[in-house]
Nanobody, 126 residues
Framework: VQLQASGGGSVQAGSSLTLSCVASGFPVNSLNVGWFRQAPGKEREGVSCIKRDGGVTSYAEAVEGRFTISRDNGERTVYLQMNDLKPEDAAVYFC????????????????????WGQGTLVTVSS
């Protein structure tokens, strides 16, 4: 499985961006795909996840209601639509995937994902 993330950029607070994660080597609808972000000096944190089973979505509390994760099976792509961006959303964003989560694990745990794309930088000015 290879993942290619793109779509980052520099925007003003209140703006929107859509990140894309293209998966190759395995059907995207057979993967659990998560978006993570890492700001300078901070740990990598889970932002959102879309599960292979039923396309169930999850969000971190900080982005709930502003970010939307979705999947286009034909395009082999998982999107992260980010609205009303805030300066605290600025980070390098990564997409990651796993074929199966460990029993009792959290989608927010980076250790659960064995495939990672390169990061895409999002900067938000106030």
């Amino acid at each position: 499985v290879q993942l290619q993330a793109s779509g980052g950029g520099s925007v003003q607070a209140g703006s929107s961006l859509t990140l894309s994660c293209v998966a190759s080597g395995f059907p995207v609808n057979s993967l659990n795909v998560g978006w993570f972000r890492q700001a300078p000096g901070k740990e990598r944190e889970g932002v959102s996840c879309i599960k292979r089973d039923g396309g169930v979505t999850s969000y971190a509390e900080a982005v709930e209601g502003r970010f939307t994760i979705s999947r286009d099976n034909g395009e082999r792509t998982v999107y992260l639509q980010m609205n009303d961006l805030k300066p605290e959303d600025a980070a390098v964003y990564f997409c990651a995937a796993t074929k199966i989560f460990s029993y009792g694990s959290s989608w927010k745990n980076p250790i659960e994902y064995e495939y990672w794309g390169q990061g895409t930088l999002v900067t938000v000015s106030s």
